[in-house]
């Protein structure tokens, strides 16, 4: 999920989830770090779900995602 660069700033993540969730709000991205590698933790809820995901901050890519339904 990670990586030793960082590309894309908090406001390009955002950008993607917003694409691939058009609903999303209250995003809240963090940045974490194992060891030398980094990634983005972007926690959000939409109408149907909150979501907890890891995104690589080179790609964007959702690394993993977790939905819990209401």
Do not use: C, W
């Amino acid at each position: 999920a990670g990586s030793t660069m960082m590309v894309k700033t908090p406001e390009d993540i955002r950008q993607i989830v917003l694409e691939a969730y058009p609903d999303a709000r209250n995003i809240v991205i963090k940045t974490e770090k194992e060891g030398n590698n980094v990634h983005y933790d972007v926690e959000f809820i939409t109408a149907r779900y909150k979501v907890e995901a890891d995104m690589n901050p080179v790609t964007g890519a959702f690394a993993k995602r977790e939905l819990e339904y209401f």
